[in-house]
């Protein structure tokens, strides 16, 4: 059999046109022929793989579809990722400055800040010792033992007896500050900063600008601002620039 | 009224059954499941986005050639055997680069290679036709993919406009014969259908 012949003879086969003699003897060649077989195994390949409606074919474009729809709901997917993402570095960032600026411009957080209580003079020599006043002596060590209120107490004696001992004063607005009572300090040390009659002035200045702006009260900014301009010594000054 | 999506997880013989039925939510799953594996696989083995993708298709059409064959059964799972079957179709497609080395998945070593040797060939078998039958004339293309497709032999003489229908009848069994000239001349067929 020549190629044209086997070529028909397997296109009658798969079109069924074969009749019932003609099918058993085309299958009983199959068993004989090794050519006939290997003719038709390409033939049924081939309609296989270029027949659109084959199941070859009709899964490859099944598959491309889904192929296609991975990756479209991927990139959608990954987009919504990407949006969300975006939302929420944003909130967190918009949240961030919010919270960054509330706590640095905070009353409180200047407080923590910059609020340092001025140290008590307790290593005194014995002449000064000789010649103070019971109250402040004692008062000296309760402020040193961070005993604030009882502090207190014993300078304001002091200073009612003698009212030139500016120590005493100034140590009874810094209890009052590092007790956050700033309602009281604030008269004392108004009080300390117009008087220059004593060394503590500046300091006094210092204390009182920090209480302005540790004020709830915004408007206690200028103030600040005012008291702080009067200020001679420069570590002071150069503490009070960081703030203004 | 809230309505819930619940995702189920299909086991082995549910996704054969989906692939042989040609279940698109079936396929669906498996991309979803199983292709970054296939993807980071590629990408290890010199790869890049666009082959793992080529290779996850061809694997998944090799796997449905052999599932559709009646004597098809499974014998690892799944993943095992789609690990296999894209393995072994990367590394055909390395097979030149000869510096570049292929890390196999550890669990589809064990699998019999006669096996998946035979679904990645027949895929590669019609891959080669389909190429081969682009090398034919438009008309001949024409011709054929009308008569496969069932068009009577008489509607494909009216359209191209034939004489007769023996005329159109001798016209695609010289095409298909240039067709398969082509194949047969040409030396990767004896590679892929086993002669080599």
Redesign the interface.
Known sequence: MNKEERADLIDKFLTNQLEDLELARFQAMLDSDPELKKSLRLELELRQALNEKSDFNLFKKLLGDTHHEYFEESKSMRFIVWKMTAAVLIIAAFSFLLWRNSVTGSPSYIYDKYFEPYEAPVNLRGADIAGMDDNFMLGLIKYDKQEYTGAITLFQKAYEKDYLNYTARFLTAMAYMIQKDFTKAEPILKELSEDDSHLFQDQARWYLGLLYLTDEDETNNEKAQKVWDDIENKDILNKTEELI | MLRVRISKSLDDDALIQGIRK?R?RT??HI??KY?PDIRSHILKNSGSENDA?DVF?DA??AI??NI?NKDFELTCQYKTYLHAVSSNIWRKKLRNSKDKDFIEYEDASHLAQEEIDDAVL?LE???F??EK?KELSEKCQQI??MY???VHMKNIAEHFGFASVSQTQKTK?TC??N??KL?EKDPEYQTL?GYE
């Open positions: 040609g698109k396929l669906l991309y979803k292709y993708q298709q998944m059409m449905f050639q559709t027949t078998r019609y891959q036709y389909q039958f054929l993919k496969l497709s069932g069994s298909n014969e067709l398969i194949i259908i």
